[in-house]
């Protein structure tokens, strides 16, 4: 059962200032939450923002990666750990920054993994950051939970794609979020249409969308519908997640811009 009453958070690290900590969490795997991620918080930086993200697919993480960040890049100091920084200034904390070698496994059980979830929160010196966002693996897990229990969470940004079974499990996690009594600010529809080129016609190829059902369920409003668009795979693909330009995604831009 999920915890009653409010457990006593860990505490950050007294250097730093974090104004709005937003996980970004999914039912299903693969609807796009790290590249979601990495797009808000490249934006928000363009915004003039401090942001970080912390990693918390701790065994399949993919920030690095997305911003072409290499295996080795965390450094220790005195006060904690340094945080790897992107080209646009983002500050990154992800266990493949820890490892040597971007391919090794990490091969963990549940309370490893949400204890050093705690650490890349409460040991990094995140410094003063407007935003941190948190990258979740997909659903309802050990590390999810951990993460909304044991942060101080602004809000959750909750993405999905048009499958049935996708809006099958972010139910899951609407559950789970609304238990917590956690905010939940919007809802994001990646892959929610490709716009052919030719004639801008929009195909629904994943089906019809189920974002405003969601929304209506997450007490939340759907803050984006963002296209299939093989530019963003292929930049990601290409550590330039901080290069893409999409238009659809600056409502939810806007939204964390909000003060809380
Ligand atoms: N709107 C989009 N258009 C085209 N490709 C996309 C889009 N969004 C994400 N992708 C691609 O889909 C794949 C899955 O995206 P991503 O890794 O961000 O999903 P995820 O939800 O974080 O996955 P996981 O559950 O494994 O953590 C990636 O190859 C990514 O480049
Ligand atoms: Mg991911």
Known sequence: MLGKGAPELPKLNAFNRVSQVIPVMSGKGGVGKSSVTAMLAANLARRGQKVGILDADITGPSIPKLFGLPAGGL?????????????GGI??????????????????????ISATIRQFWTDT????????????????????????QNLPVTGVVLVT???DLAALVVRKAIQMIRQLNIPILGVVENMSYFRCPETQHEHAIF???HADVLAQEAG???????PIDPQIAAL?????????????????????????
């Not at 450094?75 to 080209?87: D, F, H």
């Not at 992800?94 to 090794?104: F, K, V």
């Not at 939340?220 to 963002?226: F, G, I, Q, S, T």
């Not at 990601?236 to 809380?260: K, M, N, Y």
């Open 220 to 226: 939340a409003p759907v803050a984006a519908r963002l």
């Open 236 to 260: 990601c693909d290409a550590g330039q997640a901080e290069s893409i330009e999409l238009e659809a995604i600056q409502p939810v831009v806007d939204l964390l811009l909000q003060p809380a």
């Open 91 to 112: 500050r990154v904390v992800s266990t493949n920054l820890l490892l040597r070698d971007e391919a090794q496994a990490v091969v963990w059980r549940g309370p490893m």
């Open 207 to 209: 089906g019809p969308s």
């Open 75 to 87: 450094r220790g100091s005195e006060q904690g750990m340094l945080p790897a920084v992107t080209g």
């Open 125 to 148: 010196l995140w410094g003063k950051l407007d935003t941190l966002l948190v990258d979740l693996p997909p659903g309802t897990s050990d590390a999810a939970l951990g993460v909304l």
């Open 161 to 163: 794609t048009p499958q």
